[in-house]
C-alpha cells in the first residue's frame, strides 16, 4: 500500500482530464440582471434546467419552471458550462459551478447579462406539482386519519409550526401527541376536500404553497359518522430532504 503522502501527490499530479468534472444536473432558481445598452439594469427571476451526460449538457431556461425554452450548444469546456440561447437575438452564457449554486455571465448583441441561480429542489411545472402535492396531501390525511402515526409523521418537517384558530400555535411534538391522544381515545377521521377549492402554487427555490376547504368527519366503530369541523387551510411544503414535508400550517374559519 503507497504512503499516504506518496497517494496524495499522485493525485495531485493527475492531468485536469481526469479529475471530476462538476455537476451541473438539476434545477436551479435565481435572478438575471440584464445590461442594456442604454446603461439600464433590468432584473428578473431566472429558472434553469439541466441534464448532463459526461461533457454534454442538454436543457431549457426562461423565467418560470413553466416559461422555458431550450439552449443549444451546452457543452462542459473544463470547469464551465456553456451553452447558447436564441432570445435577445442570442445569447451565450459561460456558467460556473460555485460552492452549491452556479453563477456566470451571457453576451448578445449589445447586451451583457450576470445569472445567479441555487438549488431548487420541487420546482416542476405546474401540472405535476399540483399532482405531487394532492398525493402527498391525500396520503397524509389518510395516515392522520386512520392513527398510522408512523406514516403520518413521514410528512411532517421537524421544524413544523401549525397555527390553527382553535388550538394556538403549535409545533412538531406537539402535534404528534394531540394526534396519539385522539388515537388512544379510538376517535378516527375522514377528512374531503371541497372538490375545487385546491391551489397550489411554487415557492421557488423552496417548495409550494397550498390553499383548500376541507372537511372532518369523525367515524364510530359501527361505522357511522358526523360531520365533525369545516376549514379553510394553507399549507407550506418543501421538498429538501427529496420528500415532500409539511413546514408551515395555517388552519382557520373552523365551523
Request: proline share 4%.
Amino acid at each position: 500500500m503507497l504512503p499516504v503522502r506518496v497517494f496524495v501527490l499522485l493525485l495531485a499530479s493527475l492531468p485536469l482530464a481526469a479529475q471530476a468534472t462538476p455537476s451541473f444536473s438539476g434545477t436551479w432558481f435565481g435572478e438575471v440582471v440584464i445590461h442594456t445598452p442604454d446603461g439600464k439594469a433590468v432584473h428578473d427571476t431566472a429558472v434553469l434546467v439541466i441534464e448532463q451526460h459526461g461533457s454534454a449538457v442538454t436543457g431549457t431556461l426562461g423565467r418560470t419552471i413553466d416559461q422555458q425554452g431550450p439552449f443549444t450548444d451546452g457543452h462542459i469546456d473544463g470547469k464551465q458550462l456553456r451553452l447558447h440561447i436564441a432570445a435577445m437575438g442570442g445569447m451565450d452564457f459561460v456558467l460556473n459551478r460555485e460552492n452549491s449554486g452556479i453563477d456566470g455571465t451571457a453576451t448578445g448583441k449589445g447586451v451583457v447579462a450576470e445569472l445567479t441561480v441555487s438549488p431548487a429542489p420541487g420546482l416542476v411545472p405546474h401540472a405535476q406539482l399540483l399532482e405531487e402535492i394532492s398525493e402527498a396531501d391525500q396520503r397524509m390525511f389518510e395516515a392522520f386519519g386512520n392513527c398510522n402515526l408512523e406514516q403520518y409523521i413521514q410528512f411532517l418537517d421537524r421544524d413544523l409550526e401549525f397555527y390553527q384558530d382553535r388550538t394556538g400555535k403549535t409545533s412538531y411534538e406537539q402535534n404528534l401527541q394531540m394526534a396519539r391522544n385522539r388515537c388512544a381515545e379510538g376517535i378516527r377521521l375522514r377528512r374531503e376536500v371541497v372538490p375545487g377549492s385546491l391551489i397550489v402554487n411554487a415557492v421557488p427555490g423552496y417548495g409550494a404553497i397550498e390553499y383548500g376547504v376541507h372537511r372532518f368527519y369523525s367515524r364510530q366503530a359501527d361505522g357511522s359518522e358526523h360531520l365533525d369541523a369545516t376549514a379553510e387551510f394553507t399549507n407550506v411544503w418543501t421538498k429538501a430532504s427529496g420528500q415532500w414535508k409539511l413546514v408551515r400550517i395555517i388552519s382557520f374559519d373552523h365551523h
